[in-house]
C-alpha cells in the first residue's frame, strides 16, 4: 500500500479500465491496526475528491472494506452483504473510477446491511434513497461489478468509450 502513497495519506484511485477493478475482493480476516489505518487512509482519499463513497479495490486493494460520507455521516463497511431490500429507485450515479462520467441507474430504495466494525463486530445498518444507492455502488465495487455494468449494453458501450478517452485508452 506504502508505494502508491503520498505524504497525506492520499491514495492513487485506479480509473477503469483497470482490470483490478473486475477483481473480486476478498473477506477481512484480522481487525487491526493497520485495517483502522487504511480506513482513514480511504476516508482521506474519497474526501480529496469530493467522493460520497470509495471501496478498497479502487485503491488497488482487493479486500472488502468501503467508507461512505453523506449527508454528515460516515460509514465504514467491512465484509457487507445485503440482508434485506425493498422498493426501487432511479437516479444518477457517478464513479470515482470514471471521472466526469454520470449514468442513471436503477436500485433498491431501502437495503438492510450487515457489516462488520473495526473491532470486528457484526453490526445492521438500514438505509435509503441516495444513501442505499451509495452502500449498493461501494458493495458492487467489492465484488468487481462496476456501475456500468447495469446499464443496457448501448449505453455501458457509449461510457467505455468516453472512459477511453478520460485515461488516454492505457490497460
Ligand atoms: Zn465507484
Not at 30 to 36: N, R, S, T
Not at 64 to 77: G, M, R
Not at 159 to 166: G, L, R
Request: aromatic share 8%.
Amino acid at each position: 500500500m506504502s508505494e502508491n502513497e503520498n505524504v497525506t495519506g492520499v491514495l492513487e484511485i485506479l480509473h477503469y479500465p483497470n482490470p483490478i477493478l473486475k477483481k473480486q475482493s476478498e473477506e477481512v480476516k484480522v481487525f487491526d491496526d493497520e485495517l483502522e489505518d487504511f480506513v482513514k487512509k480511504l476516508f482521506a482519499t474519497m474526501r480529496s475528491h469530493d467522493g460520497v463513497g470509495l471501496a478498497a479495490p479502487q485503491v488497488g486493494v482487493l479486500k472488502k472494506i468501503a467508507v461512505i460520507e453523506y449527508e454528515e455521516k460516515s460509514y465504514v463497511l467491512i465484509n457487507p452483504k445485503v440482508v434485506d431490500q425493498h422498493g426501487i429507485q432511479e437516479g444518477e450515479e457517478g464513479c470515482l473510477s470514471f471521472p466526469g462520467l454520470y449514468a442513471n441507474v436503477t436500485r433498491p430504495e431501502w437495503v438492510k446491511i450487515e457489516t462488520y466494525d473495526l473491532h470486528g463486530e457484526k453490526t445492521f445498518i438500514e438505509a435509503n434513497g441516495y444513501t442505499a444507492r451509495a452502500f449498493l455502488h461501494e458493495m458492487d465495487h467489492l465484488n468487481g461489478k462496476l456501475f456500468i455494468d447495469h446499464l443496457s449494453s448501448i449505453k455501458r458501450n457509449a461510457i467505455k468509450k468516453k472512459a477511453a478517452k478520460h485515461t488516454g485508452g492505457h490497460f
